[in-house]
């Protein structure tokens, strides 16, 4: 079969992604689904509109435009600050895009005019993490000016955690938040539909029993991906963690001496830990490499473990069994293994199980097969 390739359990993201959203519903928050680390995948989100997701996010605008040309017509919302380069995409495909900047509102102001179109905004508000967001003490400035723009709504406010710097959201981070929307609903008159309360690291807080107050949105990507918690990386309860699988080819297998021989100097991608001395060892080399994925965030099966990675090619020692040429073999990714994965064109993609629990009952040549997406 074709490889290096990337198989995609649809049924059991799927299910991470009917779960979270029930689990959020019975606490009064709505979950958009972050598509970028599936590149804007249109069946991947189809998979989470039929889960329950009733709005999709991406930080880039060429994915929310691959979905909508690929027919999805459901709510986008833009999740990075726009650049000023490509604010009438931004009018034309998305409904709603997340902001810090007033020039860029003006921009995008002009833009829906020259469109006729009202757009929605909703203001990050900077709460400690220090990657985008208005300082606390700027946002009513802000929303006055945004007011006199015409073809904007303001329609919350937002807050991005546990990116740049892993602050936690917590119940004080939280509270803030939710203090914020009530003191520009008092100041200005007007309501805030939307308060976003943040991403996957989110969910400890916003499952752990505690008052959300005025949070009633999350962007969620990894956790219905990956299904686990990137503030620890444990699994979640009752989520697949192995709905997405990376499938490599060896080229080479040899018993190898474990230490190189020679002068050592730098490696192509600098000082790698010298390797331990034992012996002689089975060695794999896999067709994949830093191209196409980051060796640090594979997790081999058992049996096999990573020695190096350079831009081609993936040095593995196997411990429990001959991998011949031709053998392939599952990785499990983090989520920068899985982004350099899906966004590599010498990976391909490949969707299985559209209806796990239907499949089961269907006779053996109805059952799902592989499709390569190109
Ligand atoms: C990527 C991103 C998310 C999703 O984060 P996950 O940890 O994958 O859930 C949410 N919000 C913003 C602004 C993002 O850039």
């Not at 991947?44 to 690929?70: C, S």
């Not at 949070?215 to 219905?224: C, K, T």
């Amino acid at each position: 079969m074709i490889a290096p390739r990337v198989e995609i359990d649809l049924g059991k993201i799927q299910h991470n992604a009917r779960v979270l959203v029930k689990r959020l519903a019975a606490r009064g928050i709505s979950v958009t689904a972050v598509m970028k680390a599936t590149l804007g995948s249109p069946e991947i989100a189809n998979a989470f509109l039929e889960a329950g997701v009733k709005t999709l996010g991406d930080a880039r605008i060429e994915n929310i435009t691959k979905m909508r040309q690929g027919g999805v017509s459901a709510p986008m919302a833009l999740i990075r600050s726009p650049m000023c380069s490509q604010v009438a995409r931004v009018v034309k495909y998305t409904e709603l895009s997340f902001n810090t900047e007033l020039d860029v509102v003006r921009l995008l102001s002009a833009a829906a005019r020259k469109a006729k179109r009202i757009h929605g905004i909703v203001l990050m508000v900077e709460l400690g993490d220090l990657r985008e967001g208005i300082l606390p003490n700027a946002l009513n400035h802000t929303v006055q000016e945004i007011l006199r723009l015409p073809n904007i709504a303001i329609k919350g406010v937002g807050t991005n955690l546990a990116c740049r710097s892993g602050v936690v959201p917590d119940a004080r981070n939280m509270a803030e938040l939710s203090a914020l929307a009530n003191s520009i609903e008092s100041t200005f008159g007007f309501p805030l539909e939307i308060v976003s309360g943040g991403n996957s690291a989110n969910l400890h807080w916003a499952l752990g029993g505690a008052d959300v107050g005025r949070v009633n949105n999350l962007r969620l990507g990894e956790s219905i991906l990956l299904g686990c918690d990137p503030l620890n990386r444990q699994p979640i309860s009752g989520l697949h963690t192995d709905a997405i699988t990376l499938v490599a080819e060896v080229i080479e297998s040899k018993v190898k001496p474990s230490q190189p021989w020679g002068t050592i100097a730098q490696n192509a991608f600098g000082s790698p830990a010298p390797p331990k001395s034992i012996g002689h060892i089975q060695q794999a080399i896999l067709a994949i490499g830093r191209q196409d994925i980051d060796p640090a965030g594979l997790e081999p099966p058992p049996g096999i473990e990573i020695l190096e990675a350079s831009s081609d090619h993936l040095v593995v020692r196997s411990s429990r069994f001959n991998h011949p040429v031709g053998a392939e073999i599952p990785f499990q990714l983090n989520y920068g293994a899985l982004l350099r994965a899906m966004t590599s064109p010498f990976v391909s993609k490949l969707w299985k199980n559209r209806a796990p629990i239907l499949s089961s009952s269907l006779p053996p040549s109805k059952k799902p097969r592989l499709i390569p997406s190109y």
